[in-house]
């Protein structure tokens, strides 16, 4: 079960800047929790208003407060999209990949894009195990062929373990600072359409620029990530 929405006119438009993607014309951005698609990639979605974005959420569908505030964040961007309920209770149990996957899936109106974003392995700060789940999910179905994508960027960012607030890594396939409107707007998607407080982890951690690995084959991912979990 998914809540759907149609877009309205977005508020910021800007030229997509040099780490567009050619000939895009579809793109998915998977996340865990309405939000995440603001604070990690907001500004990619914003600078790009000519790509057809399907955003999605995996959880919180059941709070009635945060699904509508989604909806009304997939506005802002001039999105489709939809939103599930898979548990995000504080005890954080571990999901069978099998349900996550099959949900990623019930929620994409289509298992061919030009560009996915979703997060990466180890999430984007320490730790959030619906974050790792949704990353492993999306990466697994992209592997087996289930979902296929020219391209897939997983976000990157890092708090050193939890010693600071979430930052963009800086040597990371892709790294962009974007103009103040844009930064002004991912500001007031997170205060004004989600209506979190200014001084709120999630206003705080608000990155001033974006990151991404990106991969246009499955076996440049297969090789990043084996060579990453050698380095761990």
Same mark, same amino acid.
């Not at 061919?112 to 789940?133: C, F, K, N, Q, V």
């Given at each position: 079960?998914?809540?759907?929405?149609?877009?309205?006119?977005?508020?910021?438009?800007?030229?997509?800047?040099?780490?567009?993607?050619?000939?895009?014309?579809?793109?998915?951005?998977?996340?865990?929790?309405?939000?995440?698609?603001?604070?990690?990639?907001?500004?990619?979605?914003?600078?790009?208003?000519?790509?057809?974005?399907?955003?999605?959420?995996?959880?919180?569908?059941?709070?009635?407060?945060?699904?509508?505030?989604?909806?009304?964040?997939?506005?802002?961007?001039?999105?489709?999209?939809?939103?599930?309920?898979?548990?995000?209770?504080?005890?954080?149990?571990?999901?069978?990949?099998?349900?996550?996957?099959?949900?990623?899936?019930? /929620?994409?109106?289509? +298992?061919?894009? #030009?560009?996915?974003?979703? !997060?990466? %392995?180890?999430?984007?700060? =320490?730790? *959030? @195990?619906?974050?790792?789940?949704?990353?492993?999910?999306?990466?697994?179905?992209?592997?087996?062929?289930?979902?296929?994508?020219?391209? /897939?960027?997983?976000? +990157?960012?890092? #708090?050193?373990?939890?010693? !600071?607030? %979430?930052?963009?890594?800086? =040597?990371? *396939? @892709?790294?962009?600072?974007?103009?103040?409107?844009?930064?002004?707007?991912?500001?007031?998607?997170?205060?004004?359409?989600?209506?979190?407080?200014?001084?709120?982890?999630?206003?705080?951690?608000?990155?001033?620029?974006?990151?991404?690995?990106?991969?246009?084959?499955?076996?440049?991912?297969?090789?990043?990530?084996?060579?990453?979990?050698?380095?761990?």
């Amino acid at each position: 079960m998914s809540i759907l929405a149609e877009p309205l006119a977005p508020k910021v438009q800007t030229d997509p800047g040099p780490i567009q993607t050619a000939l895009v014309q579809n793109a998915a951005v998977i996340v865990a929790h309405p939000d995440d698609e603001t604070l990690w990639s907001g500004g990619m979605i914003l600078t790009h208003p000519n790509y057809q974005w399907f955003i999605t959420a995996l959880c919180r569908q059941s709070d009635p407060g945060r699904s509508q505030k989604f909806l009304h964040a997939l506005q802002s961007y001039q999105s489709t999209g939809a939103i599930a309920d898979l548990d995000d209770g504080v005890e954080q149990i571990p999901l069978p990949i099998k349900n996550v996957q099959k949900t990623i899936l019930d /929620l994409l109106p289509e +298992a061919s894009y #030009d560009l996915i974003l979703t !997060h990466a %392995p180890g999430g984007e700060y =320490t730790t *959030h @195990r619906r974050h790792e789940e949704v990353s492993k999910a999306v990466i697994d179905l992209w592997l087996a062929g289930m979902i296929s994508s020219k391209e /897939l960027w997983l976000f +990157a960012y890092q #708090d050193n373990h939890g010693q !600071h607030l %979430p930052k963009p890594i800086e =040597t990371a *396939h @892709r790294y962009r600072t974007y103009p103040e409107a844009i930064l002004q707007e991912k500001y007031r998607i997170i205060t004004e359409v989600y209506g979190f407080d200014p001084e709120s982890w999630e206003v705080r951690a608000i990155p001033q620029s974006e990151a991404f690995w990106s991969f246009e084959s499955p076996a440049a991912l297969m090789s990043w990530l084996v060579e990453n979990e050698a380095k761990s």
